[in-house]
Protein backbone atom coordinates (compact mmCIF):
# COMPACT_ATOMS: atom_id res chain seq x y z
CA UNK A 1 0.00 0.00 0.00
CA UNK A 2 2.78 2.64 1.32
CA UNK A 3 4.85 1.65 -2.11
CA UNK A 4 1.25 1.91 -4.13
CA UNK A 5 1.09 6.04 -2.98
CA UNK A 6 4.64 6.65 -3.33
CA UNK A 7 4.51 6.45 -6.89
CA UNK A 8 2.51 8.68 -6.97
CA UNK A 9 5.83 11.18 -6.73
CA UNK A 10 7.59 9.93 -9.72
CA UNK A 11 5.15 11.27 -12.07
CA UNK A 12 3.64 14.73 -9.89
CA UNK A 13 1.68 16.38 -12.83
CA UNK A 14 -0.34 13.19 -13.62
CA UNK A 15 -1.11 13.24 -10.21
CA UNK A 16 -2.32 16.38 -10.19
CA UNK A 17 -4.59 15.59 -13.01
CA UNK A 18 -5.91 12.36 -10.98
CA UNK A 19 -6.17 14.30 -7.53
CA UNK A 20 -8.36 17.17 -9.71
CA UNK A 21 -10.61 14.56 -11.68
CA UNK A 22 -11.47 13.18 -7.81
CA UNK A 23 -12.14 16.46 -6.63
CA UNK A 24 -14.27 17.52 -9.73
CA UNK A 25 -16.36 13.97 -9.63
CA UNK A 26 -16.69 14.80 -5.95
CA UNK A 27 -17.45 18.60 -5.52
CA UNK A 28 -18.07 19.62 -9.05
CA UNK A 29 -16.89 23.57 -9.60
CA UNK A 30 -18.00 24.47 -6.40
CA UNK A 31 -14.86 25.83 -3.91
CA UNK A 32 -16.77 26.55 -0.40
CA UNK A 33 -15.78 29.05 2.61
CA UNK A 34 -16.82 29.65 6.06
CA UNK A 35 -17.65 33.29 7.62
CA UNK A 36 -15.87 32.39 10.68
CA UNK A 37 -13.70 34.35 13.27
CA UNK A 38 -10.92 32.97 15.16
CA UNK A 39 -9.98 33.45 18.36
CA UNK A 40 -7.06 32.46 20.82
CA UNK A 41 -7.16 33.03 24.51
CA UNK A 42 -3.91 33.03 25.72
CA UNK A 43 -0.26 32.15 24.66
CA UNK A 44 0.50 30.88 28.08
CA UNK A 45 1.86 27.81 27.37
CA UNK A 46 3.52 25.08 29.75
CA UNK A 47 4.66 22.71 26.40
CA UNK A 48 7.56 23.96 24.49
CA UNK A 49 7.04 22.51 20.90
CA UNK A 50 10.20 23.25 18.61
CA UNK A 51 7.88 24.29 15.79
CA UNK A 52 5.82 26.65 17.86
CA UNK A 53 6.59 30.79 17.69
CA UNK A 54 3.43 31.47 19.60
CA UNK A 55 4.12 30.04 23.01
CA UNK A 56 4.45 33.24 26.10
CA UNK A 57 5.74 35.54 22.95
CA UNK A 58 3.00 38.61 24.48
CA UNK A 59 2.05 36.65 27.55
CA UNK A 60 -1.36 37.46 27.07
CA UNK A 61 -4.67 35.96 28.50
CA UNK A 62 -8.19 37.14 27.76
CA UNK A 63 -11.01 37.62 29.89
CA UNK A 64 -14.32 36.71 29.72
CA UNK A 65 -15.19 39.80 29.15
CA UNK A 66 -12.64 40.13 25.94
CA UNK A 67 -13.80 36.81 24.81
CA UNK A 68 -17.37 37.94 24.65
CA UNK A 69 -16.60 41.66 22.63
CA UNK A 70 -14.83 38.89 20.27
CA UNK A 71 -17.72 37.21 19.77
CA UNK A 72 -20.01 39.95 19.50
CA UNK A 73 -17.73 41.70 16.66
CA UNK A 74 -18.02 38.36 15.06
CA UNK A 75 -21.98 38.13 15.16
CA UNK A 76 -22.07 41.53 14.36
CA UNK A 77 -19.78 40.75 11.11
CA UNK A 78 -21.86 37.89 10.41
CA UNK A 79 -20.01 35.02 10.68
CA UNK A 80 -21.06 31.24 11.52
CA UNK A 81 -18.42 29.84 13.37
CA UNK A 82 -16.25 31.28 16.25
CA UNK A 83 -12.79 28.81 16.58
CA UNK A 84 -11.06 28.85 19.50
CA UNK A 85 -8.14 27.48 20.22
CA UNK A 86 -5.13 28.97 22.89
CA UNK A 87 -1.86 27.90 24.72
CA UNK A 88 -1.70 25.31 27.76
CA UNK A 89 -2.47 27.36 30.50
CA UNK A 90 -1.06 26.02 33.74
CA UNK A 91 -3.39 24.39 35.55
CA UNK A 92 -6.58 25.23 33.11
CA UNK A 93 -9.13 22.36 34.12
CA UNK A 94 -12.96 21.19 33.23
CA UNK A 95 -14.03 24.52 34.57
CA UNK A 96 -11.62 26.66 32.78
CA UNK A 97 -12.46 25.49 29.34
CA UNK A 98 -16.42 25.54 30.24
CA UNK A 99 -15.79 29.05 31.30
CA UNK A 100 -14.93 30.31 27.87
CA UNK A 101 -17.70 28.09 26.13
CA UNK A 102 -20.39 30.10 28.65
CA UNK A 103 -18.30 33.40 27.32
CA UNK A 104 -19.47 32.48 23.81
CA UNK A 105 -22.98 31.27 24.83
CA UNK A 106 -23.59 34.22 26.88
CA UNK A 107 -23.38 36.52 23.48
CA UNK A 108 -24.50 33.99 21.27
CA UNK A 109 -26.84 30.98 21.35
CA UNK A 110 -26.74 29.93 17.96
CA UNK A 111 -22.95 30.54 16.87
CA UNK A 112 -21.65 27.00 16.18
CA UNK A 113 -18.18 26.91 18.14
CA UNK A 114 -15.18 25.02 16.41
CA UNK A 115 -13.25 24.67 19.99
CA UNK A 116 -10.23 22.82 21.68
CA UNK A 117 -7.74 20.35 20.42
CA UNK A 118 -7.45 17.01 21.87
CA UNK A 119 -3.73 17.88 23.09
CA UNK A 120 -6.16 21.03 25.29
CA UNK A 121 -9.32 18.38 26.05
CA UNK A 122 -6.21 16.10 27.67
CA UNK A 123 -4.69 18.90 29.09
CA UNK A 124 -8.56 19.44 30.99
CA UNK A 125 -8.85 16.04 31.78
CA UNK A 126 -4.97 15.82 33.39
CA UNK A 127 -5.94 18.93 35.36
CA UNK A 128 -9.44 17.99 36.08
CA UNK A 129 -8.45 13.99 37.30
CA UNK A 130 -11.14 13.25 34.48
CA UNK A 131 -11.00 10.95 31.82
CA UNK A 132 -10.78 12.36 28.53
CA UNK A 133 -14.30 11.04 27.49
CA UNK A 134 -16.37 12.75 30.23
CA UNK A 135 -14.17 15.75 29.23
CA UNK A 136 -15.55 15.68 25.82
CA UNK A 137 -19.17 14.66 27.21
CA UNK A 138 -18.78 17.80 29.65
CA UNK A 139 -17.90 20.40 27.05
CA UNK A 140 -20.40 19.24 24.66
CA UNK A 141 -23.21 20.37 27.30
CA UNK A 142 -21.88 23.09 27.66
CA UNK A 143 -21.71 23.98 23.96
CA UNK A 144 -18.94 22.82 22.39
CA UNK A 145 -20.69 22.07 18.52
CA UNK A 146 -16.82 20.38 17.02
CA UNK A 147 -13.24 20.12 17.49
CA UNK A 148 -10.06 21.09 15.29
CA UNK A 149 -8.31 18.23 14.64
CA UNK A 150 -5.12 19.74 15.71
CA UNK A 151 -1.73 18.80 17.18
CA UNK A 152 -1.74 16.20 15.18
CA UNK A 153 1.55 17.12 13.59
CA UNK A 154 2.47 14.21 12.37
CA UNK A 155 1.31 10.65 13.73
CA UNK A 156 4.87 9.34 14.67
CA UNK A 157 5.79 8.84 18.01
CA UNK A 158 9.70 9.07 16.95
CA UNK A 159 8.74 12.31 14.91
CA UNK A 160 6.76 13.10 17.71
CA UNK A 161 9.37 12.89 20.82
CA UNK A 162 11.67 15.11 18.44
CA UNK A 163 9.65 18.20 17.48
CA UNK A 164 6.84 18.65 20.31
CA UNK A 165 7.91 15.60 22.99
CA UNK A 166 5.85 16.81 25.52
CA UNK A 167 2.63 16.73 23.38
CA UNK A 168 -0.29 13.91 23.19
CA UNK A 169 1.13 10.80 22.01
CA UNK A 170 -0.32 9.47 18.29
CA UNK A 171 -2.60 6.84 20.18
CA UNK A 172 -3.65 10.07 22.60
CA UNK A 173 -4.80 11.78 19.76
CA UNK A 174 -6.43 9.12 17.67
CA UNK A 175 -8.59 7.88 20.78
CA UNK A 176 -9.53 11.42 21.76
CA UNK A 177 -10.38 11.80 18.34
CA UNK A 178 -12.45 8.90 17.81
CA UNK A 179 -13.88 10.21 21.71
CA UNK A 180 -15.28 13.16 20.41
CA UNK A 181 -16.72 10.96 17.47
CA UNK A 182 -18.39 8.83 19.23
CA UNK A 183 -19.96 11.63 21.74
CA UNK A 184 -21.46 13.23 18.87
CA UNK A 185 -18.73 16.14 18.22
CA UNK A 186 -17.72 16.54 14.54
CA UNK A 187 -13.66 17.38 14.16
CA UNK A 188 -11.56 18.24 11.07
CA UNK A 189 -7.94 16.47 10.70
CA UNK A 190 -4.36 18.32 10.34
CA UNK A 191 -1.35 17.01 9.25
CA UNK A 192 1.79 19.47 9.58
CA UNK A 193 4.36 18.74 7.18
CA UNK A 194 7.82 19.58 5.74
CA UNK A 195 10.10 19.47 9.02
CA UNK A 196 11.96 16.46 9.99
CA UNK A 197 9.07 13.96 7.93
CA UNK A 198 9.73 11.99 5.09
CA UNK A 199 6.88 11.14 2.46
CA UNK A 200 6.83 7.96 4.00
CA UNK A 201 5.88 9.83 7.18
CA UNK A 202 3.17 11.98 5.75
CA UNK A 203 1.52 8.75 3.82
CA UNK A 204 1.24 6.57 6.71
CA UNK A 205 -0.19 9.82 8.84
CA UNK A 206 -2.74 9.92 5.64
CA UNK A 207 -3.72 6.38 6.18
CA UNK A 208 -4.43 6.71 9.78
CA UNK A 209 -6.53 9.58 9.10
CA UNK A 210 -8.00 7.23 6.25
CA UNK A 211 -9.00 4.33 8.85
CA UNK A 212 -10.37 6.71 11.80
CA UNK A 213 -12.79 7.87 9.23
CA UNK A 214 -13.55 4.43 7.76
CA UNK A 215 -15.01 3.58 11.97
CA UNK A 216 -16.15 6.55 12.83
CA UNK A 217 -17.11 8.98 9.79
CA UNK A 218 -16.64 12.05 11.97
CA UNK A 219 -14.34 14.04 10.27
CA UNK A 220 -15.82 16.67 8.22
CA UNK A 221 -12.48 18.28 6.14
CA UNK A 222 -8.76 17.58 6.08
CA UNK A 223 -6.61 20.47 5.75
CA UNK A 224 -2.42 20.06 5.53
CA UNK A 225 -1.11 22.39 7.35
CA UNK A 226 3.09 23.36 6.28
CA UNK A 227 5.94 23.89 8.83
CA UNK A 228 6.48 27.96 9.08
CA UNK A 229 9.99 28.11 9.96
CA UNK A 230 10.23 31.56 11.31
CA UNK A 231 10.88 32.33 15.34
CA UNK A 232 11.14 28.67 16.48
CA UNK A 233 13.95 26.50 17.26
CA UNK A 234 12.83 24.04 14.75
CA UNK A 235 13.76 26.44 11.75
CA UNK A 236 17.32 25.92 12.17
CA UNK A 237 16.69 22.45 11.12
CA UNK A 238 14.14 23.01 8.43
CA UNK A 239 13.14 25.91 6.04
CA UNK A 240 9.59 24.12 4.87
CA UNK A 241 8.26 23.07 1.93
CA UNK A 242 8.36 24.60 -1.36
CA UNK A 243 5.09 25.70 -3.22
CA UNK A 244 5.55 22.54 -5.46
CA UNK A 245 5.48 20.03 -2.23
CA UNK A 246 2.67 22.04 -0.71
CA UNK A 247 0.45 21.21 -3.96
CA UNK A 248 1.75 17.30 -3.85
CA UNK A 249 0.75 16.87 -0.28
CA UNK A 250 -2.62 18.07 -1.21
CA UNK A 251 -2.90 16.20 -4.48
CA UNK A 252 -1.97 12.83 -2.38
CA UNK A 253 -4.46 13.83 0.43
CA UNK A 254 -7.37 14.04 -1.90
CA UNK A 255 -5.87 10.64 -3.87
CA UNK A 256 -5.49 8.82 -0.74
CA UNK A 257 -8.61 9.84 1.60
CA UNK A 258 -10.95 9.27 -0.90
CA UNK A 259 -13.94 8.20 -0.69
CA UNK A 260 -13.96 8.65 2.91
CA UNK A 261 -13.26 12.49 3.06
CA UNK A 262 -14.91 14.93 0.56
CA UNK A 263 -13.27 17.59 1.63
CA UNK A 264 -9.28 19.03 1.02
CA UNK A 265 -8.80 22.64 2.60
CA UNK A 266 -6.37 24.48 1.10
CA UNK A 267 -5.32 27.21 4.13
CA UNK A 268 -4.98 30.51 2.29
CA UNK A 269 -3.48 32.17 5.75
CA UNK A 270 -0.35 28.90 5.34
CA UNK A 271 0.30 28.66 1.35
CA UNK A 272 -0.80 32.73 0.31
CA UNK A 273 -3.40 33.53 -1.44
CA UNK A 274 -2.09 32.25 -5.12
CA UNK A 275 -0.81 29.02 -4.22
CA UNK A 276 -3.89 28.58 -2.72
CA UNK A 277 -5.78 28.84 -6.56
CA UNK A 278 -3.25 26.73 -7.78
CA UNK A 279 -4.19 23.82 -5.36
CA UNK A 280 -7.96 24.37 -6.51
CA UNK A 281 -6.11 22.42 -9.41
CA UNK A 282 -4.39 19.65 -7.74
CA UNK A 283 -7.43 18.84 -5.51
CA UNK A 284 -8.66 21.24 -3.06
CA UNK A 285 -12.47 22.12 -3.08
CA UNK A 286 -12.19 24.48 0.02
CA UNK A 287 -10.25 27.73 1.27
CA UNK A 288 -10.94 27.76 4.53
CA UNK A 289 -12.74 30.86 6.23
CA UNK A 290 -12.59 34.91 6.98
CA UNK A 291 -11.00 34.36 10.14
CA UNK A 292 -11.37 38.10 10.60
CA UNK A 293 -7.86 37.60 13.48
CA UNK A 294 -4.79 34.79 13.97
CA UNK A 295 -1.45 34.89 15.34
CA UNK A 296 -0.09 31.31 15.58
CA UNK A 297 0.88 31.39 11.47
CA UNK A 298 1.52 35.27 11.78
CA UNK A 299 4.03 34.50 14.68
CA UNK A 300 5.83 31.92 12.52
CA UNK A 301 6.32 34.31 9.40
CA UNK A 302 2.87 33.48 7.46
CA UNK A 303 2.98 36.82 6.10
CA UNK A 304 -0.69 36.33 3.81
CA UNK A 305 -2.69 38.53 6.38
CA UNK A 306 -5.48 37.77 9.33
CA UNK A 307 -8.44 38.37 7.66
CA UNK A 308 -9.93 38.06 3.82
CA UNK A 309 -13.29 39.45 3.99
CA UNK A 310 -16.52 37.74 2.09
CA UNK A 311 -15.75 40.09 -1.36
CA UNK A 312 -12.08 38.84 -1.73
CA UNK A 313 -13.10 35.15 -0.91
CA UNK A 314 -15.37 35.42 -4.05
CA UNK A 315 -13.55 37.17 -6.32
CA UNK A 316 -10.35 34.58 -5.50
CA UNK A 317 -12.53 32.02 -5.54
CA UNK A 318 -14.29 33.38 -9.03
CA UNK A 319 -10.89 34.22 -10.94
CA UNK A 320 -10.38 30.50 -10.88
CA UNK A 321 -13.80 29.61 -12.88
CA UNK A 322 -14.86 28.28 -9.82
CA UNK A 323 -18.61 29.18 -7.49
CA UNK A 324 -17.59 30.46 -4.31
CA UNK A 325 -20.26 28.28 -1.70
CA UNK A 326 -20.49 29.89 1.50
CA UNK A 327 -20.61 26.39 3.68
CA UNK A 328 -20.96 26.12 7.91
CA UNK A 329 -18.49 24.42 9.87
CA UNK A 330 -19.87 21.11 8.93
CA UNK A 331 -20.03 21.38 5.56
CA UNK A 332 -24.02 22.47 4.99
CA UNK A 333 -24.47 25.09 2.08
CA UNK A 334 -25.75 28.12 3.84
CA UNK A 335 -25.55 30.50 0.00
CA UNK A 336 -24.21 29.58 -3.25
CA UNK A 337 -22.93 32.24 -5.39
CA UNK A 338 -24.12 31.68 -9.18
Not at 56 to 73: A, G, T, W
Not at 226 to 237: E, I, T
Not at 253 to 278: F, M, T
Request: aromatic share 8%; glycine share 6%; charged share 25%.
Amino acid sequence: MLAQYLSLLSDPFETFKIADEIRKEVNGDNVSFVVNRNINFTDLCVNRCKFCSFRNRKRFLLSREDIKRKVEEAVEYGCTEVCIQGGLLEGADIDFYIGILQAVRDVSEKIHIHAFSPMEVLHASRNSNMHYEDVLRELKKAGLDSMPGTAAEILDDGIRNEICPEKLKTKEWIEIIKAAHRNGIPTTATMMYGHIDSWDDRIRHLLIIKKIQQETGGITEFIPLPFMSKNNPLGAVSKGSSGFDDLLVIAISRIILHPEIQNIQASWVKLGKKLVQAALFTGANDVGGTLIEENISKSAGSTSGEFMDVEEILTLIRMCGRIPVQRNTVYETLRTFE
